[in-house]
C-alpha cells in the first residue's frame, strides 16, 4: 500500500536536498509541509514533489530564494516565458565564456594580450583601435591626422603589425619601472623610444604630444587598456614622464 504521505526522509532520498534545506524552506514559507504529526514532524503529500522540483529548477538557473517565491505566484505560462528569457542570456554567457576560453588558451600559447579576440567582446578596445581612435581624436582633419593615415595606408599589415607590437612593448618596460621617478634615465630613455616610434607616423612636435599625454591621462580607454599591465596609475605615470621629457 502506498504511504499518503512522505516524510522529510523520503524527499531527501528522492530529491538530494538535505533535510537542514527543508526545514529552511519552511521557515520562510516556500515549501511548507502538507501535514504536522502530534509530535511536530513534517508529512507532505505527493503532489507537492511538483512545487519543490519546481523550486529546485529555478534555484539552479540561479534565481534567490525571494525571486522564487514570487515565480511561483505566476501561472505556468507566466514561469515557462521567464525560463525562456533565463536559457537565453545563458546561451549568451556561454557564447562569452567560449571566446573567453579560446583567448586564454592563446595567452598561454604566448600570444600577445593586445592580440586575443576578447577584447572584440569588452570594454576595452583593441590595441589597434585604440590607436586609429587616439589620432583621429587628437587631429580630426588637421595636417598630422592625414599625415598618419598616408603613413599607416603605405605599410603592409605585416609592418603595421610589427610597429603595433613594438610600441605595446615600449608601454610593458615603462609599466616595469612605475616605481621610479617618471624623470629618471631610464623611464626617459623609454619615453624617447615612445616619440621615436609615433615620427614614424607623424610630426611630432610638443604641442602634439602634450595632446597625448593628456589623452592617455583623462581618456578612460587608455586608463583601462594601460590598467591591463597591473598598474591602475600607469596613465598617470605616462603623463608625467612625457610632459617631463617634453619641458626639460
Given amino acids: 500500500m502506498k504511504k499518503p504521505f512522505l516524510a522529510v526522509k523520503d524527499i531527501v532520498q528522492i530529491t538530494g536536498i538535505t533535510a537542514r534545506t527543508l526545514h529552511y524552506y519552511d521557515r520562510i514559507h516556500l515549501f511548507k509541509p502538507t501535514h504536522l504529526t502530534e509530535k511536530g514532524y513534517r508529512l507532505y503529500d505527493r503532489s507537492s514533489l511538483g512545487k519543490l522540483q519546481t523550486i529546485l529548477l529555478f534555484k539552479e538557473l540561479d534565481f534567490s530564494l525571494k525571486e522564487i517565491a514570487d515565480i511561483l505566484k505566476l501561472t505556468k505560462q507566466e514561469q515557462k516565458q521567464i525560463v525562456k528569457r533565463k536559457r537565453q542570456a545563458l546561451l ?63 605599410l603592409s599589415p605585416e609592418d603595421q603589425e610589427v610597429r603595433f607590437q613594438s610600441m605595446e612593448e615600449i608601454f610593458k618596460q615603462i609599466a616595469a619601472c612605475i616605481d621610479r621617478d617618471p624623470a629618471s634615465d631610464e623611464v626617459q630613455r623609454l ?11 607623424m610630426t611630432c612636435d610638443a604641442e602634439l604630444l602634450a595632446c597625448i599625454a593628456h589623452t592617455y591621462k583623462f581618456d578612460a580607454r587608455f586608463k583601462n587598456y594601460f590598467n591591463q599591465y597591473g598598474s591602475e596609475d600607469l596613465a598617470d605615470f605616462l603623463y608625467s614622464a612625457i610632459m617631463y621629457h617634453i619641458n626639460r
Avoid: C
Fill in 191 to 201: 619615453i624617447g623610444e615612445w616619440k621615436e616610434n609615433l615620427s614614424q607616423f
Fill in 92 to 154: 549568451s554567457k556561454k557564447q562569452r565564456l567560449e571566446t573567453i576560453m579560446i583567448a586564454l588558451d592563446e595567452y598561454v600559447a604566448g600570444k600577445d594580450i593586445s592580440q586575443l579576440q576578447i577584447f572584440n567582446h569588452s570594454s576595452v578596445l583593441p590595441l589597434k583601435e585604440q590607436y586609429a581612435n587616439e589620432a583621429k581624436f587628437i587631429y580630426g582633419e588637421t595636417e598630422s591626422y592625414k599625415e598618419f593615415n598616408e603613413t599607416l595606408e603605405n
